[in-house]
Each structure stands twice: as C-alpha cells, then as structure tokens.
C-alpha cells in the first residue's frame, strides 16, 4: 500500500526518464514509507487497545463502588424499615391491648347489668314485679316522690 503523497510524487515524475538505480531508490523510499505506516498503525492499535482495557478496568472498578454502595443504602433502607416496623408493631399492641381493656371493662359492666337483672328477677314472685324490678319503675316513683315530697316541705316553710 503507497501512501497518498507517494502517489502524488508519482505522477508528477514521469518514470520512463528515470534510471533503473532512481527506480529502485523509489521504490525502497516507497517500501520503507510503506512498512513506517504499518508499524505506526500497528502502534496505534497497540494504543488504542491499552487505553480500552484501561477503560474497561476503571468502569470495573466503577461499577463495583456502584454495587458496594447501593448494598450499603440496600442495608440501610432495610434497617429503617425495619425500625420502622418494629415501632408501627409496638403502636398496634398497645392498640390492640387498649382495645382488650376496653372490652373487658365493657363485658363486665353488662355482666354486671344482667347479673343485677337476674337478682331482681329472682327477687319478685310474679312476672309482673319482675318487669317492674327490671324497669326500675318503682325506683324512679320512689324518687319522684321523694322529690315532690321536698318541694311541698319548702312551700311549707
């Protein structure tokens, strides 16, 4: 392969007028500028390959930082949800046994309310003062006539 400036020379000489030595002497120029452009183009390759395996090895390098650091945020993000949950986990418990109180406190006010019920039931002969005993009905006239009984003593005086 003759470089393109080698062509060029060509054509302006004319080389029928030149001597067979002039012809060679051309011709090792040519061979040598020829074999000089292989071992530079064989030097840029040898370049060109250093410089993408040094590439290569800082984008290794690059990329395990990236992995090393998205398993540390990995890590941490793991860790706040599960400090996370855990305080979401303790919130519910204290709900739940707020809740359980709650319906103890609530159970035993109607046991209460039903076992009081039952006492009077089991008081009364008849179903009628049972359901007078259950109502309260005597209980309230009772306080009704407490009440107009005070009144009429204040008029009095």
Do not use: W
């Not at 040898?46 to 998205?70: C, G, H, N, P, V």
């Amino acid at each position: 392969m003759i470089p393109f400036f080698s062509e060029k020379i060509m054509a302006d000489v004319n080389l029928k007028k030149l001597s067979r030595a002039e012809l060679l002497e051309m011709m090792i120029s040519f061979s040598e500028e020829a074999e000089a452009a292989r071992q530079h183009e064989e030097e840029l390759k040898k370049e060109l390959e250093r410089e993408k395996i040094e590439l290569q090895q800082e984008m290794a390098k690059e990329r395990a930082q990236m992995l090393k650091s998205f398993d540390e945020e990995k890590a941490q993000m793991r860790e706040k949800f599960s400090q996370q949950k855990a305080e979401m986990q303790e919130k519910f418990d204290k709900d739940i046994e707020g809740l359980k109180a709650r319906h103890e406190r609530e159970m035993k006010a109607k046991d209460d309310e039903v076992n009081k019920k039952l006492a009077a039931i089991e008081k009364s002969g008849t179903l009628a003062e049972a359901v007078v005993n259950i109502t309260g009905l005597m209980e309230k006239a009772q306080e009704a006539i407490d009440l107009y009984t005070n009144q009429i003593h204040e008029r009095k005086e």
